[in-house]
């Protein structure tokens, strides 16, 4: 068994999460998020990705862009496009699209369940992306995106999912690609047993 705990999300009001909300930073190149941040201004885009804010010449990986990401995600939380929960929740967040679900749970994991093996890799990241990613959240002084892990199929997780979602999510929204967004907070920590 592993080890999972709740945190502080900093997530998007739920009337602004669909104009915050963005693909992750690297299935796109600076000038494809250039165009959707000129058409969603308010793009998480502009934090994790933040060198779409400049011309071509600049290098991705430097302290500017860093900077700037830091800034931007300081100018989201006091325009009140974020918020930060008062305390640690989990989140359970589905994707759905024509018709296929796939739901999971936000949390955090212990980075000693990962080195022991108890948390499987899946693939192999390149000490570059690993690099720009840790510099990321040091200048930001937090994780923004997200780091997705599978489990086999279990029925006390699906009944789990199934009882916590039973009711509407804070959260919902489709994206220009077709595929709605719910999320829920699970504020109550009991619910979920360690």
């Not at 104009?19 to 941040?37: F, G, R, T």
């Not at 980075?111 to 720009?132: A, N, Q």
Request: charge should be negative; include cysteine; charged fraction near 25%.
């Amino acid at each position: 068994m592993f080890n999972v705990f709740p945190f502080r999300g900093l997530r998007p009001i739920p009337e602004k999460a669909a104009e915050v909300a963005s693909p992750p930073y690297d299935v796109l190149n600076a000038q494809e998020a250039k165009v959707i941040v000129r058409k969603h201004p308010n793009s998480f885009l502009r934090i994790n990705k933040a060198e779409c804010e400049f011309d071509g010449r600049i290098d991705p990986h430097s302290e500017t862009v860093y900077q700037n990401a830091k800034e931007n995600l300081l100018l989201f939380m006091e325009n009140g496009l974020m918020i930060q929960d008062e305390k640690p929740c989990f989140y359970i967040y589905r994707l759905t699209i024509n018709d296929q679900c796939q739901t999971g749970l936000c949390c955090v994991m212990s980075i000693k369940d990962y080195e022991i093996g108890l948390i499987k890799k899946h693939e192999y990241t390149r000490p570059d992306k690993v690099e720009d990613r840790a510099n990321h959240i040091e200048y930001l002084e937090a994780q923004v995106g997200p780091v997705f892990s599978i489990f086999r199929n279990n029925s006390e997780i699906s009944d789990l999912f199934a009882q916590l979602t039973h009711v509407d999510p804070e959260t919902s929204f489709t994206s220009d690609d077709g595929v709605t967004h719910d999320l829920w907070v699970v504020k109550n920590q009991s619910i979920i047993k360690e």
